[in-house]
């Protein structure tokens, strides 16, 4: 029988007090017994670690997973490095014998929550004496292999639903919903071909921009030129909000939160370029338009405002479903990220509303909200949290005020453009810092901590302070 749960965690913390005493000068012994580690056993650690942080996992979560595999594998006095794209294990045998070490480069990330998900089980089934060495590297082979819980076309029809729900958020209605569903999907289209030639992804990113762009200027032209009377800029509303970076903003400000400075400062540069890449291409159609006349009102932007009425609730939910099934969130939760998804709106709108505070305070309000409750259900349902957290900030995301801005900018009026752009920015900062806030803030009230890696708090968290 396996031994229970609270034991496994009293021994992974008494292994970790142990540890943590070896390392220090007087409590390393060079003439005790040798214990020589399994190579089959660091093989599989760096394993999980590389497949989890290539499929969109943080830095803290992976450097914890691959500590309590290295505990439930027996690897001596381990101690793991995880940076943006490279992940080192070393241990040492004891006695005179030289650290072993070994080391992995991530050179190509694709996100999916599928395989975290399956990923984390694997190292709970380790962890809990369950899956033996042979059986989990039999398992990791599986996950390795296994398909996406979604077909190909379903995820990129899922980029085209992020584009329509925030189209019927922010009021463009049907047609234009539509409009941007196919708008944005041969944006994601042109990507993949950029993709299969060799293109950076900066390019990439800013030729799906140009490509929904110029179809959403297309569609302002017609509706103008025939008095339709459509909310044409509705789609670029919708590719901006499909494009924008949600998952590496929580991931840098969770890792910088974690006191892992170098994958933090990395994820949050690759933010800015993806940012840079939609400005470009959104601000090039939008600066070509205006010299060929299209005419586009500042006052007739779309926006959602504050409101609550039923379409734009739908909307909110929508987007977070669809961002979900894009990064391949496992069905089962689906649900409750869709509810977390009008909760977060619901949130922000009435702040706006009844207490009259700025975009920035209710996005925060919301954030730290969805952040509590994700960070709560991952823990009780024993699920990893990102994939509770990135989808459901989506209907928060600043497409609407990055939009405007491009459009100040081309207008000739840089100094508001610009100020909507740090706006847009400090929105998005505030989503990543009010999510992580909520989990720091399950992580005070709650027993526990890293308990999977033994420890009963992050090592961050007892960092010197001032000059002590």
Known sequence: MPPSEDRLLSRMRDWREAHERELTPDGFDETEDVNLPDARAIDLVLRVGELMLASGEGTEAVSEAMLSLSVAFDLPRSEVSVTFTTITLSTHPGGEHPPITGERVVRRRTLDYFRVNELHTLVQQCALGLLELEDAAARLTQIRRARMPYPNWLIAVGFGLIASSASLMVGGGLIVATAAFLATVMGDRTS???????????????????????????????????????????IITGNIMALLPGRPLV??????????????????????????????????????????????????????????????????????????????????????????????????????????????????????????????????????????????????????????????????????????????????????????????????????????????????????????
Request: no cysteine; charged share 10%.
């Open 192 to 234: 993949v071909f950029l993709a299969k030639r060799g293109v950076a992804e900066f390019y990439q990113m800013a030729g799906a921009a140009v490509v929904a762009a110029t179809i959403g200027v297309a569609l302002l032209w017609a509706s103008t030129t025939l008095d339709l009377g459509l909310q044409a800029g509705a």
């Open 251 to 468: 991931s840098s400000l969770q890792d910088g939160i974690s006191g892992t400075y170098v994958s933090a400062a990395a994820r949050l540069l690759e933010t800015f370029f993806i940012l840079g890449a939609i400005v470009s291409g959104v601000g090039a159609v939008a600066y070509t338009a205006q010299r060929l006349g299209v005419n586009i009102n500042l006052e007739d932007l779309p926006s959602a405002g504050t409101s609550m009425e039923v379409p734009v609730l739908i909307g909110a939910a929508g987007i977070a479903v669809a961002f979900a099934i894009s990064l391949a969130v496992p069905p089962r939760m689906l649900p409750m990220i869709g509810v977390l998804g009008v909760m977060i709106w619901v949130i922000y709108a009435s702040m706006r509303d009844l207490l009259h505070v700025p975009a920035v305070v209710g996005t925060v309000a919301g954030a730290v909200a969805v952040g509590v409750v994700g960070h709560w259900l991952a823990r009780r349902t024993r699920r990893p949290v990102l994939p509770y957290l990135v989808p459901s900030i989506a209907p928060l995301l600043p497409g609407s005020i990055l939009y405007r801005g491009l459009i100040e900018i081309t207008q000739g009026d840089p100094s508001a453009g610009l100020l909507s752009l740090a706006e847009a920015v400090t929105v998005g900062l505030a989503l990543g810092a009010g999510v992580n806030l909520g989990g720091e803030l399950v992580r005070a009230f709650q027993h526990g901590g890293l308990a999977g890696a033994g420890m009963r708090s992050r090592p961050a968290a007892r960092r010197t302070r001032g000059g002590y």
